[in-house]
């Protein structure tokens, strides 16, 4: 993916239980920025954290899966800004 570009299969992956992750390198490491989208236009951000290994990392997804359940236990999903770049 290049700046503009938009994510492909190689770049977005379905975690669990409804937590997926955005894969992006940045210099000589490789990223992960986990969201879960909850419905409509929202995207809700949980978690970021650098790939150190091969493989799942699986406390990092268990994080993100935390994160995501706070999230609709404790948070009113009601939208109330949104952000658009389209002309």
């Given at each position: ?25 940045v210099g000589d490491r ?58």
């Amino acid at each position: 993916m290049e700046k503009g570009g938009v994510p492909d299969g190689d770049h977005v992956k379905s975690l669990r239980d409804g937590v997926s992750e955005l894969r992006l390198a940045v210099g000589d490491r490789s990223w992960r920025i986990t969201f879960w989208k909850p419905g409509g236009p929202a995207i809700v951000l949980l978690t970021v954290f650098a790939k150190t290994r091969n493989g799942p990392q699986h406390d990092d997804v268990n994080r993100a899966v935390r994160a995501k359940r706070v999230c609709q236990a404790e948070h009113d999903m009601t939208v109330t800004h949104v952000f658009d770049r389209r002309p």
